[in-house]
């Protein structure tokens, strides 16, 4: 599957740039603008906007322009990541018979499976769009305009042309499968940064000033090119920070393949998890400068290098071949929301202070305080 992605999505980032932006625009229009007139506008746990504003440029690459339109299709999209965290946010009671017993338990018992009824809902359309390129393509040949999506992708893959074979689950579940990988955590990363910059506007003023230049660039439909993130230098390093804070004391999972012990004597079985004590790495002064407790959002700021390039010693997206494949898209993604974001709105919190995250555990999620936003009066 992370072979799919890189062939098939993450090369192609500056070809999905024009319809990220204008899946982000709309939809940023239905769910903030539309809110916003004359007045301020208070919005409580932006999380939930956010989610949806996100699923809906991922709806657009993974199933189609025509699909991605539908609000059913975007809110499932929102929702399954979410759907199914109800199930990792339950006390481990049963783990001492069995890891993940309780979870096991309901969901084999069929009383709570939350992935059955946003499955279905994906058959639907995945069903409705591969019949109508499987007719196309045998009625146009050579003329058949190709869609270009992750769908369409895993139907060359896989040889589909014979509407009698077609696994309508299995495409489900591997559209289900990306989902869960990518729309929480981009969407917890985007919620997070709107939050940080809502806590410190003191900041705003700079990045504004930034992202007019960067929209310079941009076209007569506001649209600006794949480059244009290259420029967008502050921008990026609030972000990098706004990620290195992200309030996880645990993340990263590692499967033990076989029996290994370290130089100081610690042990791990084979078939065990372990996760990273993640402070080591964001708190550790000579890795992340002077104050790394403090957030400084423009200690990334390297002008030597393209701020759309993300080093490999960022061990947020984890390292080596097993780095998290989605981190460019998810970081551009995030990069063309609040360069919109900055350029129409000013933003603070509702409390007028710093708002942390919330901790389930060693997990941290985005907070639920209430962000007011505004119109700028230009």
Known sequence: MPKLLKEHIFCKLNFYSERMQKCLHSATQKYIDSNVHDDPKVFDNMYFLIIKIISTPVANVFIGEEESKNEEVVTTFAEFTSDLSALIKIPPFLNFFYPGLLNRILVSSGLY?????????????????????????????????????????????????????????????????????????????????????????????????????????????????????????????????????????????????????????????????????????????LLQGPNPKSFEPFRHVDTNVPASKIGKNFMLFGGGKHACPGRHFAINEIKFFLHNIILKYNICTKSGKIEGRRMYGPTAYPSSSGIIIEKRVK
């Not at 009625?139 to 077609?166: A, C, F, H, M, T």
């Not at 990306?178 to 003023?205: E, K, V």
Request: hydrophobic letters at 35%; aromatic letters at 8%.
């Open 113 to 285: 499976n939350p992935a059955i009824k946003h499955r279905n809902i994906l058959i639907k359309y995945i069903k409705n769009q591969v019949c109508k390129r499987l007719q196309e393509k045998a009625k146009y040949g050579d003329s058949w305009k190709r869609p270009d999506d992750l769908l369409q992708d895993i139907i060359e893959q896989e040889d589909i042309d014979d509407l009698n074979n077609v696994n309508y689950l299995s495409l489900a579940d591997k559209l289900l499968l990306f989902l869960f990988a990518s729309i929480h955590t981009t969407s917890n990363g985007c919620a997070n940064a709107l939050m940080d910059l809502a806590s410190r506007p003191q900041y705003m003023q700079e990045l504004y000033e930034e992202q007019l230049e960067v929209h310079k660039e941009a076209d007569e439909n506001g649209l600006l090119p794949f480059e244009a993130l290259d420029n967008m230098k502050k921008l990026d390093s609030f972000i990098r920070e706004s990620l290195r804070l992200t309030g996880h004391i645990l993340a990263l999972d590692h499967s033990v393949l076989k029996d290994y012990t370290f130089s100081n004597g610690l042990q791990l079985p084979k078939d065990h998890t372990v996760k990273i004590y993640v402070d080591d790495i964001y708190q550790d002064e």
